[in-house]
């Protein structure tokens, strides 16, 4: 079974930043990636995602121009670089692992089918 890992969590202050990763145990290279994130009492909402190329990338209207999502398939491993950040993004980031003809504009979290375990984002003064 394909395993994801996330890192680069953590505190930080509202303007600050934070990278992200999801690293594979396998090759990514076959599979789109998203990210996702769960705020205490809301639904989980999709973040970003990025085809199997990197060819293509979404991102949702509230991070769009803050967050910038990337991939080295040589290295297995998914970036999400996230800038400005505002107490709004505090959540927990989950990456999420889906085949490569899914729907990346749509950001639908049943389409993707391996998951990490989530790291903790903490925006806070």
């Known amino acids: 079974q394909l395993q994801l890992v996330e890192s680069g969590g953590g505190l930080v202050q509202p303007g600050g930043s934070l990278r992200l990763s999801c690293t594979a145990s396998?090759?990514?290279?076959?599979?789109?990636i998203g990210w996702f994130r769960q705020a205490p009492g809301k639904e989980r909402e999709g973040v970003s995602c990025i085809s199997s190329s990197g060819g293509s990338t979404n991102y949702a209207d509230s991070v769009k121009g803050r967050f910038t999502i990337s991939r080295d398939n040589a290295k297995n491993t998914v970036y999400l670089q996230m800038n400005s950040l505002k107490p709004e993004d505090t959540a927990v980031y989950y990456c999420?692992?889906?085949?490569?003809?899914?729907?990346?504009?749509?950001?639908?979290?049943?389409?993707?089918?391996?998951w990490g375990q989530g790291t903790q984002v903490t925006v806070s003064s």
């Open positions: 396998v090759n990514l290279d076959v599979y789109a």
């Open positions: 999420a692992a889906g085949p490569p003809l899914i729907t990346i504009a749509t950001m639908r979290p049943y389409e993707y089918d391996y």
